[in-house]
C-alpha cells in the first residue's frame, strides 16, 4: 500500500485544531457538504456514479439494511476508484468474484458506530475503534501546495463530515485495509528486528504480543522495538551479545530475569500511536512499577529524556517514518537507539519551585531579575503547562505572581524568588497544583519551605497537601514562622530550617512521608482549609529519602548548598 507523507507533530496540533491552515500552507483542500438525504444509503444511493462497487459490497455482505436504519454512524466510503484498484490487489475481478469474508472485514473496518467529525482528527487514533475492531488513525499529508486528511496513511478525505440521518460521511480516495497480523508476527516478518524477536522469544513475551485477547479492555498493547542497528551502535551485534549483558540468572523467561525486565520495559499498556504518546508525559510498561517518559522535543517524539537535579540525561528518538505501525493487537514504534530500565537509588530533589517554571525561565529580563504577573482571564484559560490553580470568584485575584526582590520577604529566598499565588475560600483560588521534577520512585519524606507572610493581625492560610491525590499528614500554614529549637527539636516535631539565614520567616515544613512508586513527575496540590490571603510565598519543595539527612543541606541566598 502507498504510504502518504506526515506532516510534523507540531504543525499538525495547530492545523488539526483550526482545521483550515499549516503556516506558510494553503488551506486545507478539503470540501464539507451538508444533505437532506435519509441515511448513509441514501446518500451512496444519490451519488451512485461514485459509489457503486461500495454499495454493490453492502448488498452482498447484507450490511446495507442496518446502514438504511436509524442509528449513529461514521461511514469511510471509499469511492469506485478507490474500490477497483482494491479488487485488483486482492486478485477479485469483480465484487462478486471476492472472498465474501473479505468483503465483510472491509465494510466493518469502515464504519464506527459513532458519529465522528474532523474535529477529532488528530495525528493519532480516532476515538473509538471500528466495527472491525482495529482503530483508524488520521493525520496530514502535503501535495502541491495544498494540506489534505489522510486516514491510516492509505487513503485521503475528498470530501468530509457529510451529515445523514443516521450519523456522518467521509469520502476516501482509496479503500482501508487492515492489519492482519499481530506486533509480533510484523516484527518477526521484518529481520532487521531478529535480535529483538529473539529476545521476545526466549522471554515469552512473544506468544503475548502474538495474542489478539477477545476482550478488547485487555487486548491492546503498544511495542517500541530496537533494530539490529539500534542495538549494534550500542555494542550488541547478536542475540547472544543481549542475553550476555542482561540475562543475569541464566533464564530470560524468569521475571526477576533482567533481559525479561528489558523486553517487558519496552511494551506499554493500551493502544498508542505517536499522537497518543505526546499527549502524556509518561506511560505504563509491562515491568511493574516502571515507566517510561515522553515528550515532543521540535518534531521528534523523544522517551526517556530527563533531568535529575541539573543534569540532563539524553533520551531516545521514536522514528516517526517507521513508526505507527497498526497491528491486530495493538502498535508498534521504531526507536533510533538502545535504551533499558533504569533503576536509579532514591536521590534527594531540593526543588525551586520557580526554576522549572519554562514560562518563566524563557523570560531573560524577568528570571531572577523582576517580578512579573500572571493573570488567568478565564477557567480555561492556562498561563503555565505544570502549574494550575482552582479558579477564584473574587476578582483580581487569579494572579500568579512569579515574585523577585531584596525586600523583607525575599531578601533571603534561594535565589531571591518565590511564587506567589492568592488563597482561600470560598472566593479566592481554591486549590494550588503542580508538577514536580522527576523523582526516582521511594520513601521520601516533604517538606513545603516558604517565606512566612501575615498580611494583618488576623490573617491565616492554614492548608492541607496531597501528592497524586493521597492526603499528607500535616497541615502548613503560610501565615505561621518557624518555631525556636535546635535543628533536633525542631525535626521532631516537624520543622526546619532551610536557609542559610538563620531569622524564622523562612520555615520548612514536614507535611508527610509519601511512598512513590514510579520514577516520574508527580502532581502536588496545597489546598486552603481555613482563612484567606492574596500573599502566599511557595520557595522550594523538598523529597528527602526518610534514611537521609533530613536537615542538611541548607541553601545560600544564591542557590549553593551548605553541608554543615
Not at 116 to 135: A, H, N, Y
Given at each position: 500500500m502507498n504510504k502518504?507523507?506526515k ?10 485544531v ?5 503556516a ?5 483542500d478539503?470540501?464539507t457538504?451538508?444533505?437532506d438525504d435519509v441515511n ?5 444511493d ?6 457503486s462497487l ?11 439494511s442496518?446502514?438504511n ?7 469511510f466510503a471509499?469511492?469506485n476508484?478507490?474500490?477497483?484498484k ?12 471476492a472472498d465474501?469474508n473479505v468483503?465483510?472485514?472491509?465494510v466493518r473496518f469502515?464504519v464506527?458506530t459513532d458519529?465522528?467529525s474532523t474535529?477529532s ?11 472491525l475492531?482495529q482503530f483508524?488513525i488520521?493525520?496530514v499529508?502535503?501535495?502541491?501546495g495544498?494540506?489534505?486528511y489522510t ?8 470530501t468530509?463530515?457529510?451529515r445523514?440521518?443516521?450519523g456522518v460521511?467521509?469520502e476516501?480516495?482509496e479503500v482501508l485495509?487492515?492489519?492482519s497480523?499481530?506486533i509480533?508476527?510484523?516484527l518477526?516478518?521484518k529481520?532487521?528486528y531478529?535480535i529483538f524477536?529473539q529476545?521476545?522469544?526466549e522471554?515469552?513475551l ?8 477477545p476482550d478488547t479492555t ?8 530496537e533494530s ?9 551485534n547478536?542475540?547472544a551479545?543481549?542475553k ?6 541464566g ?8 533481559l525479561?525486565?528489558?523486553v517487558?520495559?519496552?511494551v506499554?499498556?493500551?493502544i498508542?500511536?505517536?499522537g ?7 506511560h505504563?510498561?509491562l515491568?511493574p512499577q516502571?515507566?517510561v517518559?515522553?515528550?515532543?522535543s ?6 526517556n529524556?530527563?533531568?535529575?537535579n ?7 528518538v521514536l522514528d516517526?517514518v517507521?513508526s505507527d ?8 514504534h521504531d526507536?533510533?537507539a ?6 536509579r537509588k ?6 525551586d519551585v520557580?526554576?522549572t517554571?519554562?514560562?518563566?525561565i524563557?523570560?531573560?529580563?524577568v528570571y ?8 488567568r482571564q478565564?477557567e ?14 473574587l476578582a483580581g485575584t487569579?494572579?500568579?505572581t512569579y515574585a523577585y ?6 531578601l ?6 518565590c511564587n ?6 470560598p ?5 494550588w497544583?503542580?508538577t514536580t521534577p522527576?523523582i526516582?520512585?521511594g520513601?521520601?519524606?516533604?517538606w ?8 494583618s493581625?488576623s490573617?491565616n492560610m492554614l492548608?492541607d497537601?496531597?501528592?497524586n491525590?493521597e492526603l499528607?499528614?500535616r ?6 514562622t ?7 527539636e ?7 530550617r ?5 531569622g524564622s520567616?523562612f ?8 511512598e512513590?512508586t ?8 496545597i489546598?486552603p482549609?481555613?482563612?484567606?490571603q492574596n500573599?502566599?510565598?511557595l ?12 536537615i542538611?543541606p541548607r541553601?545560600r541566598?544564591?542557590g549553593?548548598?551548605i553541608?554543615?
Amino acid at each position: 500500500m502507498n504510504k502518504i507523507t506526515k506532516w510534523p507533530l507540531c504543525c499538525l496540533a495547530v492545523l488539526l485544531v483550526t482545521g483550515m491552515y499549516l503556516a506558510g500552507c494553503k488551506k486545507l483542500d478539503l470540501k464539507t457538504t451538508t444533505t437532506d438525504d435519509v441515511n448513509i444509503v441514501g446518500y451512496l444511493d444519490k451519488h451512485i456514479d461514485s459509489f457503486s462497487l461500495f454499495r454493490e459490497i453492502l448488498d452482498v455482505t447484507g450490511n446495507t439494511s442496518f446502514l438504511n436504519a436509524y442509528g449513529a454512524y461514521t461511514c469511510f466510503a471509499p469511492t469506485n476508484g478507490g474500490v477497483k484498484k482494491w479488487l485488483t490487489a486482492i486478485g477479485a475481478a469483480s465484487v462478486t468474484a471476492a472472498d465474501i469474508n473479505v468483503l465483510k472485514d472491509m465494510v466493518r473496518f469502515h464504519v464506527l458506530t459513532d458519529t465522528i467529525s474532523t474535529g477529532s482528527f488528530k495525528d493519532g487514533k480516532l476515538p473509538v475503534p471500528t466495527m472491525l475492531g482495529q482503530f483508524l488513525i488520521t493525520g496530514v499529508s502535503f501535495e502541491n501546495g495544498a494540506s489534505t486528511y489522510t486516514v491510516n496513511r492509505q487513503a485521503k478525505v475528498t470530501t468530509s463530515n457529510v451529515r445523514v440521518g443516521n450519523g456522518v460521511v467521509h469520502e476516501l480516495s482509496e479503500v482501508l485495509v487492515p492489519s492482519s497480523l499481530t506486533i509480533a508476527k510484523q516484527l518477526e516478518a521484518k529481520p532487521q528486528y531478529s535480535i529483538f524477536v529473539q529476545a521476545m522469544k526466549e522471554t515469552g513475551l512473544y506468544e503475548k504480543l502474538n495474542t489478539v485477547d477477545p476482550d478488547t479492555t485487555k487486548r491492546w498493547m503498544t511495542v517500541i522495538a530496537e533494530s539490529n542497528m539500534a542495538l549494534a551502535d550500542s555494542g550488541f551485534n547478536s542475540y547472544a551479545d543481549l542475553k550476555a549483558k542482561y540475562s543475569n540468572t541464566g533464564n530470560p523467561a524468569n521475571t526477576n530475569d533482567s533481559l525479561y525486565m528489558y523486553v517487558a520495559y519496552h511494551v506499554l499498556t493500551g493502544i498508542k500511536f505517536l499522537g497518543d504518546i505526546i499527549v502524556a508525559p509518561s506511560h505504563q510498561t509491562l515491568q511493574p512499577q516502571e515507566v517510561v517518559s515522553t515528550k515532543l522535543s521540535g518534531q521528534d517524539v523523544v522517551v526517556n529524556e530527563v533531568e535529575f537535579n541539573g543534569v540532563l540525561e539524553k533520551g531516545v528518538v521514536l522514528d516517526r517514518v517507521k513508526s505507527d505501525n497498526a497491528a491486530t493487537n495493538g502498535v508498534w514504534h521504531d526507536a533510533t537507539a538502545h535504551f533499558a530500565v533504569k533503576y536509579r537509588k532514591p536521590t534527594a530533589i531540593y526543588w525551586d519551585v520557580s526554576s522549572t517554571v519554562e514560562e518563566i525561565i524563557k523570560l531573560p529580563a524577568v528570571y531572577r531579575k523582576a517580578s512579573k504577573d500572571y493573570l488567568r482571564q478565564s477557567e480555561v484559560d492556562q498561563p503555565f503547562k505544570e502549574m494550575t490553580w482552582g479558579w477564584g470568584s473574587l476578582a483580581g485575584t487569579n494572579v500568579f505572581t512569579y515574585a523577585y526582590g531584596t525586600n523583607s520577604i525575599l531578601l533571603h529566598a534561594v535565589n531571591s524568588d518565590c511564587n506567589k499565588l492568592p488563597l482561600g475560600l470560598p472566593s479566592r483560588p481554591v486549590w494550588w497544583e503542580m508538577t514536580t521534577p522527576p523523582i526516582i520512585k521511594g520513601r521520601y519524606k516533604i517538606w513545603i519551605c516558604y517565606s512566612s507572610r501575615k498580611q494583618s493581625s488576623s490573617s491565616n492560610m492554614l492548608c492541607d497537601v496531597r501528592v497524586n491525590g493521597e492526603l499528607m499528614q500535616r497541615t502548613m500554614n503560610f501565615t505561621v514562622t518557624r518555631p525556636a529549637g535546635s535543628d533536633s527539636e525542631l525535626e521532631a516535631i516537624g520543622w526546619k530550617r532551610y536557609t542559610e539565614n538563620t531569622g524564622s520567616q523562612f520555615a520548612g515544613r514536614l507535611v508527610g512521608t509519601y511512598e512513590f512508586t514510579t520514577t516520574q513527575k508527580h502532581t502536588i496540590r496545597i489546598t486552603p482549609l481555613a482563612g484567606t490571603q492574596n500573599e502566599n510565598y511557595l520557595d522550594m519543595i523538598h523529597f528527602i529519602p526518610v534514611d537521609e539527612n533530613q536537615i542538611l543541606p541548607r541553601f545560600r541566598n544564591d542557590g549553593t548548598l551548605i553541608f554543615e
